[in-house]
T-cell receptor
Framework: DTAVSQTPKYLVTQMGNDKSIKCEQN?????MYWYKQDSKKFLKIMFS???????INETVPNRFSPKSPDKAHLNLHINSLELGDSAVYFC?????????????FGPGTRLTVL | DAKTTQPPSMDCAEGRAANLPCNHS???????VYWYRQIHSQGPQYIIH???NNETNEMASLIITEDRKSSTLILPHATLRDTAVYYC???????????FGTGTRLTIIP
């Protein structure tokens, strides 16, 4: 019973391609996030959605476009992939109660751009 | 959100208590202290959080000083599976994002 799942686990692709990473949570949470962990292991938030509405959009190239078809899913589409996009991408979710609440992370998607 | 300072690495013998310190001298009154850990590139895992009082759950204890400028995460009986990077994060009320620092790499030694 995986709480936050991501697919695929690994993604290897060529520069210039377009790819998507999918995230699903079965916790009934209202808020979902995307984080990026680069090669130096720094973990930074990219986006956050609450009930399908974008609430956090950090300084991320507009080649990255999150899509939330419903509150249980938050997908990340990346256009024109670049070498620097190689990283591990983590999805997370939280109840979204408005108070600082606990975020639950998925297992990550390791993206390698060649 | 207030910044935090943690030692880059620590060792602890298996079976002993691991005490991980965190300084957050600029914390404000409505900011919580959160602890997460990341085991070998897995997704970060929530451990515990607190505001003013000490907290304990099945994983750990969190001791926050009276002036709230520092805290200590205690793993009471460390096992090899506790080897991970531990992140101390200060997060304000209504702030949805977690700002991760460099954390403390804790190694449990057999």
């Amino acid at each position: 019973d995986t709480a936050v799942s991501q697919t695929p686990k690994y993604l290897v692709t060529q520069m210039g391609n377009d790819k998507s990473i999918k995230c699903e949570q079965n916790l009934g949470h209202d808020t979902m996030y995307w984080y990026k962990q680069d090669s130096k292991k720094f973990l930074k938030i990219m986006f956050s959605y609450n009930n399908k509405e974008l609430i956090i959009n950090e300084t991320v190239p507009n080649r990255f476009s999150p899509k939330s078809p419903d509150k249980a899913h938050l997908n990340l589409h990346i256009n024109s992939l670049e070498l620097g996009d190689s990283a591990v991408y983590f999805c997370a979710s939280s109840p979204g109660t408005g108070a600082p609440d606990t975020q639950y992370f998925g297992p990550g998607t390791r993206l390698t751009v060649l | 959100d207030a910044k935090t300072t943690q030692p880059p690495s620590m060792d602890c013998a298996e079976g002993r208590a691991a005490n991980l310190p965190c300084n957050h001298s600029t914390i404000s009154g409505n900011e919580y202290v959160y602890w997460y850990r990341q085991i070998h590139s897995q997704g970060p895992q929530y451990i515990i959080h607190g505001l003013k009082n000490n907290e304990t759950n099945e994983m750990a204890s969190l001791i926050i000083t009276e002036d709230r400028k520092s805290s200590t995460l205690i793993l009471p009986h460390a096992t090899l599976r506790d080897t991970a990077v531990y992140y101390c994060i200060v997060r304000g009320f209504g702030n949805e994002k977690l700002t991760f620092g460099t954390g403390t790499r804790l190694t449990i030694i057999p």
